[in-house]
């Protein structure tokens, strides 16, 4: 009789976690640093839940904190900086990446990443200085207290204020022009230059329907 096979129950934490890059380095100066993409591996035979934790959840967005790594795959998660002013220079802040099987509630493991801004990629040294490294590798074994960090939302646009002046005016002049006589009616009081031709009544009504559709829109 065959045994089954049973997957060994994993210790909380001791999972390895697999996320590129490990640092996050934005710049004030280059607006398409201001997004990065942390990548999360799942090398493993069974799905894997994500949530993303930060110690300063307020100065960045994250898109999708928290979801799922189907086996044997990998997730992006888009990191944005939304507070880039010179008194956050040189400051570390972390991520947490907590993994943990679908089924259950604990993590199984993490992975720390550090983000700083600094100013500009051209002022960079061409190798770290000793006490930058010294520092970062102490503010990455220091304890932190990280917070959930919200998922991003969708930029909401401004409220449309209607249509413009000069659209409800060509609206009008419009409708006034589908209301004048047919060029050719005999009994009318309106004057003979004011009588309209057939293809300039439909070119009025055509401008007309595009009128409407964009006052609608708005």
């Known amino acids: 009789m065959q045994q089954q096979h049973r997957q060994p129950e994993l210790v909380e934490g001791s999972l390895p976690v697999f996320v590129f890059p490990t640092e996050l380095i934005f710049y004030a100066d280059e607006q398409t640093s201001h997004k990065q993409v942390l990548t999360l591996y799942n090398p493993y035979e069974f799905a ?7 110690t300063a959840p307020n100065k960045y967005a994250v898109v999708d904190a928290t979801g799922a790594v189907k086996p044997q795959c990998c997730v992006d998660i888009v990191i944005r900086h939304r ?13 947490r990446l907590q993994v943990s099987e679908q089924s259950q509630r604990k993590a199984l493991g993490h992975k720390v990443v550090m983000a700083t801004l600094r100013p500009s990629a051209s002022q960079e ?35 449309a204020g209607g249509p413009s002046l000069l659209t409800v005016l060509l609206g009008l002049v419009c409708m006034a022009a589908l209301m004048l006589p047919t060029l050719g009616e005999q009994e009318s009081t309106v004057p003979v230059y004011l009588h309209l031709s057939i293809n300039k009544k439909l070119v009025a009504a055509y401008v007309l329907g595009l009128l409407t559709m964009v006052i609608l829109r708005t």
């Open 48 to 54: 894997l839940k994500f949530k993303v934790l930060c």
């Open 83 to 95: 507070d880039v002013r010179a008194c956050h220079y040189g400051v570390y802040d972390k991520f």
């Open 125 to 159: 040294p061409p190798s770290p200085r000793v006490q930058d490294e010294e520092r970062r590798i102490k503010e990455h074994l220091a304890v932190s207290e990280f917070f959930e960090q919200t998922a991003c939302q969708t930029e909401s646009r401004p409220a």
